[in-house]
C-alpha cells in the first residue's frame, strides 16, 4: 500500500522560507515523476513543481526562481524549498507522485504566509 507523508508546513512571513519533505512508502521500484500540487481556498488545486525520474525539475510560472524541488530516489522522498514567500502562496500542498500508472496523494500540509 503506497503512502505519502507530508512535513514542513506552518506559519511563516512574508518573504521568508519554509521547507515541504514527503516520503513515500510502500514503494519498491523508482516513482516516474514527484511533485507538489497546492490548492488555495476556493480555487482549484494546481501543480506547483514537479521532477521526473532522471529529468529536469519543471515550476508554475508562479514560483519560478523562488521554489525549488529535488528528489532522493534511495530515500524514495522529495522536497520543496519555498523561498521570498509571498501571501498568494497561501494553500494547502500536496505531495504527488506518479507510480506504475497510478496518482498517489497525501493528505496535504497547510502553508499559510501572513504578517
Known amino acids: 500500500q503506497v503512502q505519502l507523508v507530508e512535513s514542513g508546513g506552518g506559519l511563516v512571513q512574508p518573504g521568508g522560507s519554509l521547507r515541504l519533505s514527503c516520503a513515500a512508502s510502500?514503494?519498491?521500484?523508482?516513482?516516474?515523476?514527484m511533485g507538489w500540487y497546492r490548492q488555495a481556498p476556493g480555487k482549484e488545486r494546481e501543480l506547483v513543481a514537479a521532477i521526473p525520474d532522471g529529468g529536469s525539475a519543471s515550476y508554475a510560472d508562479s514560483v519560478k526562481g523562488r521554489f525549488t524541488i529535488s528528489r532522493d530516489n534511495a530515500k524514495k522522498s522529495v522536497a520543496l524549498q519555498m523561498n521570498s514567500l509571498k501571501a498568494e502562496d497561501t494553500a494547502v500542498y500536496y505531495c504527488?507522485?506518479?507510480?506504475?500508472?497510478?496518482?498517489?496523494w497525501g493528505k496535504g500540509t497547510l502553508v499559510t504566509v501572513s504578517s
Open positions: 504527488n507522485i506518479l507510480f506504475h500508472g497510478m496518482n498517489y
Open positions: 510502500g514503494v519498491i521500484f523508482s516513482i516516474s515523476v
